[in-house]
């Protein structure tokens, strides 16, 4: 991953997200590809922001795995103990 910070400061009164974090490997700017995209008053929270996303993300991606891994032995476990019909 390659953390990329810029100054966005955008035409409006909110100085909330004036700064944008992004991963630049992945980051091709389309919203449709549904980046994840940390926004922040300073470059400091939008890397934090970015960061929080990125381990969620991460995270939700490892829980699926190992749901995934749990039905797998479930269903070797029902062929060798039979014990579904």
């Known amino acids: 991953m390659k953390l990329k910070t810029e100054h966005v400061f955008p035409p409006i009164p909110d100085r909330s997200n004036d700064w944008m974090a992004y991963d630049d490997d992945t980051y091709d700017g389309a919203e449709d590809s549904h980046p994840i995209v940390g926004w922040g008053a300073t470059e400091e929270a939008a890397k934090a922001d970015f960061m929080e ?3 969620d993300h991460e995270a939700e991606r490892d829980m699926k ?15 060798i103990f039979g014990r579904r019909s």
């Open 53 to 55: 996303q990125w381990m």
């Open 65 to 79: 795995a190992a749901v995934k891994q749990m039905h797998v032995w479930d269903s070797f476990l029902d062929q």
